[in-house]
């Protein structure tokens, strides 16, 4: 898929990876709708400028894919002032942080509420715009911690580990109408989801678990979401990119 003049919805698309993606996808010609929950604060503003410098169109929508009417109305959004979505990227989340015993009700329900019905109400609004095309990709963001189990977080691992086989189910079902579905599964990847990480953890990473002894930066995240999207022989499938962390045994 060339993304010339294509129009790309990216949720969580004011920061981090999302914002990486949008950046990428623009300078590759697309025209870009980006949603987050905050528009005002610098990351975003920042993100905004260097969108509207690719000469792109650049439609920015403020709102929480938690919320299933968020969802819908940010499809619509983009449809009415850009045009029908050709590609989807579900970078919205958050950390789901604490043990069984620690982690609230609330907290469990939003994690999945963020991470994974964001996916069924997103994908049922943009995929009937595809169905008429006869073309469209989707992309949906994993990580290792939803390959691998770790102590902690077992919220953040459930809707992470959900992900992928929902990858599957999506892109058997609509594969007869030539839409791709697929999935990245980032590693540590320095953002700001990770700077609440002790200087200790962050030493252990880089010494004892990823084998190439670095983070990723989103920019690498970014382009593996740009081939996920634009190979047009891919779908169903979850990528790691993770420096080798989900490779090995120990």
Known sequence: MDLSGKVSLITGGTKGIGAATAILFAAKGADIAVVGRDLENAEAKQTLAALRATGRRVLAIRGDVGNPGDCRSCVEETAAKLGPVDVLVHSAGGIVAGGLMDLTE????????VHVHAIFHLCRAVIPAMKKKHAGSIVLISSSAGKRAIRTNIGYQAV??????????????????NIRVNCVAPGVIRTAFHDAMPESVRENNLKNRIPLHREGTSEQVASLILEMATNEYITGETLSIDGGLTMRIC
């Open 160 to 177: 992470k580990g959900a992900i992928p086989h929902i990858t599957r189910g999506l892109a058997f079902e609509f594969a007869d109408d």
């Open 106 to 113: 609330k907290a469990w329900l939003n994690g999945f509420d």
